[in-house]
């Protein structure tokens, strides 16, 4: 149940029953063993990736398999039994998942963002049956954005009392609802008409007036199902409902956990299309005829021009990487000592990461047809999932804003603003 708050119109209630669902899912305990996880499961979901792309076979087995591993119950407090670990960890996974498959990255990505939100607005009685239901392996989905609005803010679901008076009614549809197909809970973000503020209810999947629809049909993350939820007077007890517009009237760290996971699934792809682009180039292409006659070598890898677009490539992956880790440390150090000014120069580092891992991306994924030549165009091959992959992901919040928020700090020492969304 939501924390009292002086205009909140939900107030303490029973506590949450506990689950009757034994743990399942490995307890991960330290950074190193999150980090090997990661790697094994990257290494092991990398094989089928560009079969799955290509048939649009969604990844339910792999998923299941990231559940039982303890991945998605890394950032639960240690008090409750979690690993507790920081951010620079959490976006290496996030990056090594990503390089091994961009689609399977950002399925979890919202489940890692409202984890997050139970830990900052969560009750003790929400916080003690969520973190136990993540930590036997349970998905939290998401039911953010909503298509045909004014802005991204502007939300028309409603939570509202039911007749009885019992609990509340949630009805609405939500668009790019990437998780809601695979999740035990989906979280949904909302307007209460009593007071018209931004509230999450977590409801289950199976609720009654509840539907997800499979509809997504975009040109890259093909294996995500970010299709449509539609909600119609869906149930929702009390003590399941966070106060969401909380989070925002202080310093908060919100966004730029988002963000940052967004990044690092950019430096993923970025970092794997220029080792695909690598591979292809030393096993595959062949020089171009100018280049032998120069006797520049008899091997596309040995064409000067090759090795200095190879270059100019791992540089941009290089500062991606860089500015990524950068940013992790920034957002540990804030949560370390929250204060204005640690959560802005938090949404700084993450928004200079997030802009540079974008433009490493879609161009290193872009390139990698540029220096491996025709072959690398062949359909059977699906090269192209990389930059599909990238031009989608990126789409996700306007890179321009970003700059503008950087260059107005870098300028006049104006802070960001707390409106979420960097």
């Given at each position: 149940m939501p924390q009292s708050s002086a205009g909140s119109p939900y107030e303490p209630t029973t506590a949450v029953p506990p689950t009757d669902v034994e743990p399942h899912a490995t307890v991960l305990k330290t950074d190193a063993e999150v980090l090997r996880t990661a790697r094994e499961l990257a290494d092991a979901f990398r094989a089928g990736a560009a079969e799955r792309d290509r048939e649009r076979r969604l990844p339910r087995a792999e998923l299941d398999r990231l559940s039982a591993s303890g991945l998605l119950a890394?950032?639960?407090?240690?008090?409750?039994?979690?690993?507790?670990?920081?951010?620079?960890?959490?976006?290496?996974?996030?990056?090594?998942?990503?390089?091994?498959?961009?689609?399977?990255?950002?399925?979890?990505?919202?489940?890692?963002?409202?984890?997050?939100?139970?830990?900052?607005?969560?009750?003790?009685?929400?916080?003690?049956?969520?973190?136990?239901?993540?930590?036997?392996?349970?998905?939290?989905?998401?039911?953010?954005?909503?298509?045909?609005?004014?802005?991204?803010?502007?939300?028309?679901?409603?939570?509202?009392?039911?007749?009885?008076?019992?609990?509340?009614?949630?009805?609405?549809?939500?668009?790019?609802?990437?998780?809601?197909?695979?999740?035990?809970?989906?979280?949904?973000?909302?307007?209460?008409?009593?007071?018209?503020?931004?509230?999450?209810?977590?409801?289950?999947?199976?609720?009654?007036?509840?539907?997800?629809?499979?509809?997504?049909?975009?040109?890259?993350?093909?294996?995500?199902?970010?299709g449509t939820v539609h909600l119609d007077a869906v149930p929702v007890p009390a003590d399941r409902v966070l106060p969401h517009h909380l989070t925002f009237r202080g310093p908060q760290l919100h966004r730029a956990l988002a963000q940052l996971l967004h990044a690092a699934i950019d430096t993923g792809i970025a970092g794997d299309a220029l080792a695909t682009a690598a591979e292809f180039v030393t096993t595959k292409s062949r020089p171009w005829f100018e280049s032998v006659d120069r006797g520049w070598g008899g091997?596309?890898?040995?064409?000067?021009?090759?090795?200095?677009?190879?270059?100019?490539?791992?540089?941009?992956?290089?500062?991606?990487?860089?500015?990524?880790?950068?940013?992790?440390?920034?957002?540990?150090?804030?949560?370390?000592?929250?204060?204005?000014?640690s959560a802005a120069a938090a949404s700084l580092a993450v928004a200079a990461a997030k802009v540079q891992s974008g433009k490493a991306a879609v161009e290193v994924a872009s390139a990698l047809f540029e220096v491996a030549g025709t072959r690398a165009a062949l359909a059977s091959l699906g090269l192209d999932r990389h930059w599909r992959d990238a031009r989608t992901h990126t789409l996700h919040d306007p890179a321009r804003w970003k700059l503008q928020h950087l260059g107005r700090h870098a300028l006049s020492g104006i802070r960001p603003p707390r409106h979420g969304l960097l």
């Amino acid at each position: 149940m939501p924390q009292s708050s002086a205009g909140s119109p939900y107030e303490p209630t029973t506590a949450v029953p506990p689950t009757d669902v034994e743990p399942h899912a490995t307890v991960l305990k330290t950074d190193a063993e999150v980090l090997r996880t990661a790697r094994e499961l990257a290494d092991a979901f990398r094989a089928g990736a560009a079969e799955r792309d290509r048939e649009r076979r969604l990844p339910r087995a792999e998923l299941d398999r990231l559940s039982a591993s303890g991945l998605l119950a890394v950032t639960v407090p240690a008090a409750y039994g979690g690993a507790e670990v920081g951010a620079r960890t959490l976006a290496e996974v996030f990056r090594l998942l990503a390089g091994a498959d961009a689609s399977l990255a950002q399925i979890p990505q919202s489940h890692f963002v409202y984890v997050a939100v139970l830990r900052r607005q969560g009750t003790p009685a929400q916080q003690e049956f969520f973190f136990r239901e993540i930590l036997a392996g349970r998905r939290l989905g998401n039911a953010q954005s909503e298509a045909g609005t004014r802005h991204v803010q502007d939300l028309r679901t409603r939570l509202e009392p039911a007749p009885d008076g019992g609990h509340l009614l949630l009805t609405g549809v939500k668009n790019y609802s990437t998780g809601a197909l695979f999740a035990d809970w989906i979280p949904v973000l909302a307007r209460d008409v009593r007071d018209e503020e931004l509230y999450v209810a977590c409801v289950p999947r199976t609720a009654p007036g509840l539907r997800v629809e499979d509809d997504w049909d975009g040109l890259g993350q093909r294996t995500t199902a970010s299709g449509t939820v539609h909600l119609d007077a869906v149930p929702v007890p009390a003590d399941r409902v966070l106060p969401h517009h909380l989070t925002f009237r202080g310093p908060q760290l919100h966004r730029a956990l988002a963000q940052l996971l967004h990044a690092a699934i950019d430096t993923g792809i970025a970092g794997d299309a220029l080792a695909t682009a690598a591979e292809f180039v030393t096993t595959k292409s062949r020089p171009w005829f100018e280049s032998v006659d120069r006797g520049w070598g008899g091997t596309a890898a040995e064409d000067p021009l090759l090795v200095q677009r190879f270059g100019e490539l791992d540089l941009l992956v290089r500062s991606a990487k860089a500015l990524l880790v950068q940013a992790a440390e920034e957002v540990d150090t804030a949560r370390a000592a929250l204060d204005e000014e640690s959560a802005a120069a938090a949404s700084l580092a993450v928004a200079a990461a997030k802009v540079q891992s974008g433009k490493a991306a879609v161009e290193v994924a872009s390139a990698l047809f540029e220096v491996a030549g025709t072959r690398a165009a062949l359909a059977s091959l699906g090269l192209d999932r990389h930059w599909r992959d990238a031009r989608t992901h990126t789409l996700h919040d306007p890179a321009r804003w970003k700059l503008q928020h950087l260059g107005r700090h870098a300028l006049s020492g104006i802070r960001p603003p707390r409106h979420g969304l960097l």
